[in-house]
């Protein structure tokens, strides 16, 4: 069964970091691009990041360039995200997801994260 | 960047009710199109991908059409589980952009 689980969410102050993770099982992880995807309170979807399955190919939406690096151990079978420089507008659940070409076709339950003071 | 833009924002049907669900690009994207499904408290769900092939696993009630910039999302013979919202998605360009969403009660 392909999953793949989000933890290191939770409450920082605006200006902080966190590293979100991934963990990958059910599937040739290292075969695979993935993405970022995060959802606002009372928002819709919004994709965040993409990283090729080889490192070698990485985008991020604007919002989030300089700030949040993804990332990838395929020996781990695990996806990053460190989040650094945080803002209240970056509060959303995120969502890691396989992406084979590009859209995502399995996605994790999501870590929330809550940017505040 | 492209953007989207998907239609209606809510709807309401009843059980056994078809509903389309429509979406527009601000440019050409071939079939790079897909459709997902969010219901509150479980993960995301990819319905359609590259305009209409079904994903595993997905009742054949869902069904996609369309290329270049005009493409829809039909959901026939309606169930109660149907009740969600959707969201159609570009991969033809970064930023991956999403519709607005379609808020679909039963």
Redesign the interface.
């Given at each position: 069964e392909v999953k793949v689980v989000e933890s290191g969410g939770g409450l920082v102050q605006p200006g902080g970091s966190l590293r979100l993770s991934c963990a990958a099982s059910g599937f040739n992880f290292s075969n695979y691009n993935m993405?970022w995807?995060r959802?606002a309170p009372g928002k819709?979807?919004?994709?965040v990041s993409?990283i090729s399955a080889s490192s070698r190919t990485i985008?991020?939406?604007?919002s989030v360039k300089g700030r949040f690096t993804i990332s990838r151990d395929n020996a781990k079978n695990s996806l990053f995200l460190q989040m650094n420089s945080l803002r209240d507008e970056d509060t959303a659940v995120y969502?890691c997801?396989r992406a084979p070409?590009?859209?995502?076709?399995?996605?994790?339950?999501?870590t929330l994260v809550t940017v505040s003071s | 960047d492209i953007q989207m833009t998907q239609s209606p924002s809510s709807l309401s049907a009843s059980v056994g009710d078809t509903v389309t669900i429509a979406c527009r690009t601000s440019q050409a994207i071939f079939t790079y199109l897909h459709w997902y499904q969010l219901k509150r408290g479980t993960a995301p769900k990819l319905l359609i991908y590259t305009a209409s092939t079904l994903q595993s696993g997905v009742p054949s009630r869902f069904s996609g059409s369309g290329s270049g910039t005009d493409f829809s999302l039909t959901i026939s013979s309606l169930q109660p589980e149907d009740s969600a919202s959707y969201y159609c998605q570009q991969t033809y360009a970064t930023p991956f952009t999403f519709g607005q969403g379609t808020n679909l009660a039963i």
């Open positions: 993405n995807v959802q819709g979807l919004e994709w993409y985008s991020y939406i604007d969502y997801a070409l590009g859209f995502s076709d399995h996605w994790g339950q999501g | -």
